[in-house]
């Protein structure tokens, strides 16, 4: 790994595995709407890889807004990808972060150039996908919009490390067709990672890897369990397990995300995160 690459090689090889996408500049943060206890959350899935060497810069771009938004941004991270997240052949790169889920969700989006995201999975014109420099505008236009549900969490971690959780979901105004998604996220796992940045050995071995999506918890793949229609006012309640026991997963770095899916416009309407141990 500790070889000298040449900022040429790097742009041959960022153009020949599939594109990555460079962050020109600066987020335009704009400051979060009032919270109170109705409010429309934001989620933002990244998709990315631990070889990939241009995703380090995109990964500091999340956690800034997520430093600034708080509670009000939800952020998953998919490794997702033959190009940048497949395992290599050195020790270094040998574990497989991928998940069904997420090559399911990275596959619809016909496999773009990393490092990219999607806010809410909202569509602009002909895409899903937004470059780290436009995730900012993105999840504050969808901040200001009206919440249509509103998402409780109830984890709850027996003495043998089963999860039992229970999401009620209230409907604030009538809704149809939507599709609830149950994922587990990781965070602060320590491993590999490439960075351009580092033009002379761009091979970090301790990288921290935040908000890594371990999987979906809930049926029906990556957008989840279909919901019957209901009212305003209705509160549907569903009841998930999972079994922590021999994953090697570290409990206190464990959150589970609840989000619920237009099933026409694959959208997101809620997202809410809720630590293991909370």
């Not at 990315?48 to 998953?76: F, H, I, M, Q």
């Not at 200001?144 to 209230?170: E, N």
């Not at 599709?179 to 761009?202: M, N, T």
Request: with cysteine; proline share 8%.
């Amino acid at each position: 790994m500790k070889s000298i690459i040449t900022s040429s090689l790097l742009i041959f090889f960022c153009m020949s595995a599939g594109g990555c996408d460079i962050i020109d500049n600066p987020i335009d943060i704009q400051p979060p709407p009032p919270n109170d206890s109705n409010v429309r959350n934001v989620l933002l899935i990244k998709y990315t890889g631990d070889r990939c060497g241009l995703c380090p810069p995109g990964n500091e771009e999340a956690d800034k807004l997520l430093s600034y938004y708080g509670d009000r941004l939800v952020v998953v991270s998919m490794h997702t990808g033959k190009n940048f997240a497949e395992p290599g052949d050195t020790p270094e790169f040998a574990y497989d972060f991928r998940t069904p889920a997420g090559e399911e969700m990275y596959n619809f989006l016909g496999k773009p150039p990393q490092p990219t995201g999607t806010v809410n999975f909202i569509k602009e014109g002909s895409k899903r996908e937004i470059s780290p420099s436009g995730w900012g505008a993105a999840i504050t236009t969808q901040l200001a919009l009206k919440p249509l549900i509103k998402i409780t969490l109830t984890p709850q971690l027996s003495p043998d490390s089963i999860l039992s959780l229970q999401a009620d979901v209230r409907s604030i105004e009538p809704g149809s067709n939507h599709r609830l998604a149950v994922y587990l996220i990781e965070d602060s796992i320590i491993y590999a990672q490439i960075d351009y940045r580092r033009s002379a050995d761009p091979f970090i071995p301790n990288y921290l890897h935040r908000h890594v999506f371990r999987g979906a918890i809930s049926r029906d793949g990556a957008f989840g369990e279909a919901l019957p229609t209901t009212q305003a006012g209705d509160t549907i309640s569903k009841n998930y397990t999972f079994d922590f026991r021999g994953t090697g997963y570290i409990l206190r770095h464990c959150s589970v995300v609840v989000a619920v899916y237009d099933d026409d416009t694959k959208n997101t309407l809620q997202v809410e995160e809720a630590g293991i141990l909370k």
